[in-house]
């Protein structure tokens, strides 16, 4: 399926992504190429398949992950915050939300 | 160069110590990085206080007696090793080759980390790499491409290329890489070194920067397959932190290396060989099946009939499970923030699109796109339906045979620029590769020859689910056999 310009401004937002003139009108041909190139799965008959959830082994799958409910040791919030582009006040400081 | 085992009781006995290794190597990355651009970081300071306190270790353990010393538990001695830079190692930057993760230094050690420190190993510093691991050539790296030591000209392959080129290099023994799609045995192809991708879940991703989550494994170079089971042996296993690891005994790698081949089955897909293999590629894949027929073992037919899907398969799961994976990277937390962005939303769109590089881009959008609302069951759903196909494919073909044998790469390393304007082409060099990740199956490359030209061929064998000391195995009996005595023009 053709994907066009307007479809790749639509995906960039989804994506959070502000993407300039020169990278939509370059993206645009690559990304058709590459989804035409994925269609060619259609020609399978999976109708009687079912889907590959993940990538566990039959062992992964077995594997019980649980554990009890206990607090363990954290980062904290120091270390947590220390590499923040803005933190204050033991916050994430952010530009406003609604603007 | 020495063997792992040969250097660590060198240094264990005496006959060197764990500072010199470590001051060699550290001096070989430096001078080489001039031409090879394969560290971003060398950790000149931290690795030498390591080497520092092995050494005294070592002194204080030696007094000992036998049954009380520590020095078994430090299988790794003293031996440096180099570390891909999207796998966390404290006090160590973890740019993952983009700018959108600035200055940031990982507060934690990925578990694979942790078990190689313990074990004695010296880590020198941090390798480039395609922009988080998205690449088959170094070229998406943020800080400019490896050069592969055998012709800096070419390409490195990627996505882990500066820990190939790191080992190819001599600069250390062994390295981690990560393997979503090749990322390690494609590499290693194309500088000629052993590259293993483990079983999904044998080692644990915890520390690991997620790109596919369903088809990350951190994986080993070295020059020796030998050298691959002592690192491997240190990593595989359960950890609680990564949910995905499975509770399946790790048996010992380096006891089984030895056994003999003769009477195993090796599986030849002869489809695999046909439209869009290099000639030398498959003169050497022909020529590497024929040693291994010399070795005693005997050669099948079998069948993968989805293989030639995968890449279609996997540039749909994979760029779907990256453009959740990188949701994350927003400007809040760590790393880069876009300047003067006047509300969050902006501020958001800024910092990903100043830094993230295009292909990162490109596979987030098309992740997007196949994830959205009206193309889920058309894409996504379609692939996964496929993936379980070509598991399938590989569940019948090992009913009939221990490994399968492929070529690692359709071509040899390939010249700078050649593909970087064509993404469809450049995700074809992970054409044997991908079949590995989607599947969840083990495999490895082992150098097999040089073209014409002087560049090195990797054969690749792919085994059922945790047959990584099979795979090890095989690739020792080749190297054993027909060894790679080239080295590449760049070397320490």
């Known amino acids: ?99 | 160069m020495k063997s792992i085992s040969n250097l660590r009781n060198s240094i264990v006995d005496g006959e060197t110590s764990a500072c010199g290794t470590a001051e060699a190597a550290l001096n070989a990355a430096e001078k080489l990085n001039e031409s090879l651009n394969a560290f971003l970081e060398i950790d000149r300071e931290g690795a030498l206080s390591r080497a520092k306190a092995i050494d005294a270790k070592i002194k204080s353990e030696t007094k000992m007696a036998d049954e009380t010393s520590a020095l078994p538990a430090l299988p790794l001695a003293g031996v440096p090793l180099a570390v891909k830079d999207n796998i966390c190692v404290r006090g160590m930057q973890a740019s993952c080759g983009s700018r959108i993760l600035g200055p940031y230094q990982p507060p934690y050690n990925a578990t694979a980390i942790d078990r190689l420190i313990a074990a004695g190993s010296v880590i020198i510093g941090k390798t480039n790499c395609d922009e988080f691991a998205m690449g088959s050539s170094n070229e998406n790296s943020a800080f400019g491409p490896v050069k592969n030591p055998w012709d800096i000209s070419r390409v490195p392959g990627g996505s882990s290329g500066g820990s190939a080129a790191a080992v190819a290099a001599g600069i250390v023994p062994a390295a981690l890489g990560s393997d979503t799609g090749g990322s390690v045995r494609q590499p290693a192809a194309l500088c000629g070194v052993i590259g293993l991708k483990p079983t999904y879940g044998r080692v644990s991703r915890y520390g690991l920067v997620a790109f596919g989550s369903s088809l990350d494994q951190i994986g080993v170079f070295a020059r020796q397959a030998s050298d691959a089971a002592a690192v491997l042996q240190v990593i595989a296993g359960r950890d609680t932190h990564d949910a995905t690891t499975a509770e399946v005994t790790v048996p010992d790698y380096s006891a089984e290396l030895n056994q003999d081949v003769r009477g195993l089955r090796i599986g030849v897909s002869r489809a695999l060989l046909g439209d869009g293999l290099n000639a030398e590629v498959r003169a050497a894949i022909e020529r590497s099946i024929e040693v291994y027929r010399e070795l005693g073992t005997e050669i099948v037919d079998v069948d993968l009939p989805h293989a030639k899907y995968a890449i279609a398969v996997y540039y749909i799961i994979a760029t779907a499970e990256a453009s959740s994976n990188l949701a994350r990277y927003d400007g809040v937390r760590y790393g880069f923030r876009a300047k003067d962005a006047p509300a969050l939303r902006n501020m958001y769109r800024r910092t990903r699109d100043e830094g993230f590089g295009a292909e990162v881009k490109r596979r987030i959008m098309l992740g997007t796109y196949v994830l959205s609302a009206g193309y889920y069951d058309a894409y996504y759903l379609k692939a996964q339906k496929v993936r379980t196909l070509l598991r399938q494919d590989f569940a019948a073909a090992f009913a009939n045979c221990d490994a399968v044998l492929t070529p690692t790469t359709p071509t040899p390393a390939f010249l700078f620029g050649e593909k970087v304007d064509d993404p469809l082409a450049m995700y074809l060099n992970d054409i044997y590769t991908v079949t590995a990740n989607l599947a969840g199956v083990p495999g490895i490359s082992v150098p097999c020859g040089l073209s014409a030209d002087g560049l090195p061929i990797g054969l690749q064998l792919l085994g059922p689910y945790w047959s990584e000391a099979r795979l090890l195995q095989l690739a020792h009996a080749y190297q054993t056999a027909r060894p790679l005595n080239a080295r590449p023009k760049v070397h320490a």
Do not use: W
Not at chain 1, 21 to 39: G, H, K, M, N
């Open chain 1, 1 to 99: 399926m053709p994907i066009t310009e307007a479809d790749i401004e639509k995906i960039a937002q989804l994506a959070h992504l502000e993407i300039t003139d020169d990278e939509r009108r370059l993206f645009a041909p690559q990304i058709s190429e590459i989804v035409t190139y994925v269609e060619q799965l259609n020609a399978i008959d999976t109708s009687a398949v079912e889907p590959a959830l993940g990538g566990l082994t039959p062992e992964g799958e077995q594997t019980v992950s649980s554990r009890r409910d206990e607090v363990q040791p954290s980062l904290g919030q120091g270390l947590a915050l220390d590499q923040a582009p803005d933190a204050a006040a033991g916050h994430f400081r952010v530009p406003k939300v609604l603007g």
